[in-house]
């Protein structure tokens, strides 16, 4: 596959239609959750962009691919990176989500983050100029860390990270003044800030605040019968911790459950929050989410992962250079329920969690942000593939980085034409849609 043919794209003909993928997904969903996730989608090409991995999948699948694999994030868009905690609690700038991982050709991910570049550039009104330096950047830093990776030994290679300080290396005064603005904010979020969050003392008892539709209480989870099948439950996901991390989670008791909607691409799904205590009432909030396919099964076969969320936790662990000391996996099973087994990950809610805010960022700092996700993609792919193989293919010139930043920009147009498409589902009625949550 010569690597000018990575700027192709589909026509317009030759494409599955987009709102049939969405709305079919919606068929899984929480219903009266789905019209907030087509109302988050609604409000930009870029958010769009974020809860349309489907379509894109689709899309990558229609066209031609290499077979050079490694394991995928599935849906790398500049949204899905960002900081947190390592277990020695230095902030690492990394992937974050996990949900569509699945082995693949390694180009499917750099497409999907060169188009999400294309895609934020134009939603925020840049030049054209700075939206492709930008685009060229991110894919350049892709083809030059992985040739770097390449060239060093695996162990060098799986514990490789990008810590904060390289992350923000070369910025001017202010740009440093939003970094140490953004590190402490992140620094902040763990348990103890979630608990002061979204809890309350009612009734001699801590619980977490309703606010609905965003946060609904699940009480009859917590009670008779159902409270038996979710200690099953928990029992089955602290069956997939390592014993040291067993003992560490037996320090803490169950105290309170709710369901929380996250995301874009997310809403609909089930995911609850957790608050749990030590002895001495010490919180730690954990988050389940539920796992289903990956949207590249449908073009790149099952997981060998019969558990989904066996499929998202194992992906992260070989992608990530440091990762949740808390990650794990269960499936719920319930007689009471529609859907008798559901598949979940669990992970803390925050720990030390931090994102870049993409639609704020003018042309230098997305051409920066972008060009650390670019390296930070290629350490994941190094990580579970063939750094030289890859390496070896793209060269050591600019040609994929051309025909990456031409087929992000073709890939927009195409974006923009879906977003023009769902928003005008919305308006006809077709489609549901909550604004504003």
């Known amino acids: 596959m010569p690597l000018d043919a990575h700027a192709s794209t589909p026509t317009p003909s030759e494409r599955p239609d987009a709102l049939a993928i969405l709305t079919a997904q919606d068929e899984t969903r929480v219903q009266s959750l789905v019209p907030i996730r087509h109302g988050r989608m609604d409000r930009t090409p ?71 570049i294309t895609i934020a550039g134009r939603n925020n009104e840049l030049p054209q100029q700075g939206i492709e330096d930008a685009t060229l950047a991110a894919v350049a830093e892709y083809r030059s860390a992985l040739d770097r990776a390449a060239e060093a030994d695996a162990l060098s290679v799986h514990y490789a990270r990008l810590e904060i300080d390289q992350y923000t290396a070369g910025l001017d005064k202010k740009a440093r003044k939003r970094k140490r603005k953004a590190v402490k904010k992140a620094d902040r979020k763990d348990s103890i800030r979630a608990t002061a969050k979204l809890t309350d003392i009612v009734d001699g008892r801590r619980v977490i605040v309703p606010d609905p539709p965003l946060i609904t209480r699940v009480d009859e989870l917590l009670e008779g019968e159902r409270r038996i099948e979710l200690r099953r439950f928990f029992d089955r996901y602290r069956s997939t911790l390592p014993p040291y991390r067993r003992a560490l989670l037996d320090r803490y008791g169950l105290v309170d459950m709710a369901h929380k909607v996250v995301g874009v691409g997310s809403v609909g799904t089930r995911c609850l929050i957790v608050l749990m205590e030590s002895g001495d009432g010490e919180p730690l909030f954990l988050q389940f989410k539920e796992a289903g396919p990956s949207v590249l099964e449908a073009h790149l076969g099952a997981s060998r992962h019969e558990q989904a969320g066996e499929r998202v936790v194992n992906g992260q662990r070989l992608m990530q250079a440091t990762g949740d000391i808390f990650l794990g996996w269960s499936r719920f ?28 960022m003018g042309p230098k700092r997305l051409r920066k942000y972008a060009q650390a996700c670019g390296g930070a993609l290629a350490l994941a792919h190094a990580r579970s593939g063939d750094a030289a193989m890859i390496s070896g293919y793209l060269g050591d010139d600019a040609t994929f980085d051309h025909a990456l930043t031409a087929f992000a920009d073709a890939y927009a147009d195409l974006n923009e034409a879906d977003h023009r498409r769902h928003h005008e589902a919305i308006e006809s009625g077709r489609l549901a849609a909550e604004f504003d949550l």
């Open 46 to 116: 870029f958010t769009f962009y974020r809860g349309a991995a489907a379509v894109m999948a689709a899309d990558l699948a229609a066209g031609p691919s290499t077979d050079l694999h490694t394991q995928l994030c599935g849906d790398a868009h500049l949204s899905n990176f960002g900081l947190f905690k390592g277990p020695d609690r230095r902030l690492v700038f990394d992937v974050n989500d996990f949900d569509e991982t699945l082995p693949g050709p390694f180009e499917w991910d750099v497409k999907r983050l060169a188009a999400s």
């Open 333 to 360: 099973s319930s007689e009471h329920n529609d859907r008798s087994t559901v598949d979940f990950y669990f992970r803390q809610l925050w720990d030390g969690k931090g994102g870049a805010i993409v639609e704020d």
